[in-house]
């Protein structure tokens, strides 16, 4: 069976005085980790929104793709900041946080090649703003280390979850009789 827990798994699981396994440390920072992605994310859809207000059309890419990416970062971690307390949730938005990191990596390098170095006023598309500007680099950075942080946690609960580190305290061990007894049985039936 694939979704069955091995005897090794149950035995490493340590228990509390009330008789209840440990949880894996790992779930509170991931918590964390999705709602600083969240405010990050937070933060630069509202500046990148205020900046398309601004801006005459055609609109830069830089920032269509900066709002676009921290809409859909927005929505996600909106959703998964309550992931870690659920005790089915083994860290599998891992793969999710690695795509996520690469794309605000990129949102991170479109805005430093826009506004840092003494570009914010001369060669902007949006005028003036160098506030906000400085301030979407810093958040976008923020999303991006804390996402790489996220992938880097999340995969050491999904490791642990698989080798059998940390176990739940909703799932019980199975006692099933081993084969030796189960033989003595029924040779004294027949």
């Known amino acids: ?8 798994r149950d035995a490493a699981a340590t228990t509390t ?31 990148a929104a205020y900046f398309i207000h601004l801006e005459p059309k055609p609109h830069s890419t830089h920032i269509i793709f900066q ?15 309550i992931l870690p307390f659920i005790s089915r949730y083994r860290g599998h ?3 999710v946080n690695l795509i996520l990191s690469y ?16 570009r914010c006023s001369k060669f902007s598309t949006v005028a003036g ?22 992938t880097v946690l999340e995969g050491f609960l999904l490791r642990q979850e698989r080798t059998g580190a940390i176990a739940d305290h909703t799932v019980e061990p199975k006692h099933r009789p081993d084969t030796a007894t189960t033989a003595n049985t029924t040779s004294n039936v027949v």
């Open 1 to 8: 069976m694939l979704f069955r827990r091995s005897r090794d």
């Open 17 to 47: 005085a009330t008789g209840r396994t440990r949880r894996s440390p790992l779930r509170p920072l991931i918590s964390l980790n999705h709602f600083m992605i969240f405010v990050s994310a937070t933060i630069v859809t509202g500046i």
């Open 67 to 81: 709002e676009v990416i921290a809409v859909i970062t927005l929505i996600l971690y909106a959703i998964s900041s």
């Open 93 to 95: 938005f891992m793969p």
């Open 103 to 118: 794309l605000w990596l990129t949102s991170f390098i479109f805005s430093t090649q826009d506004w840092a170095g003494g």
């Open 129 to 150: 703003h160098c506030g906000l500007k400085k301030t979407m680099i810093a958040f976008n950075f923020l999303a991006l280390f804390f996402l790489m942080c996220n």
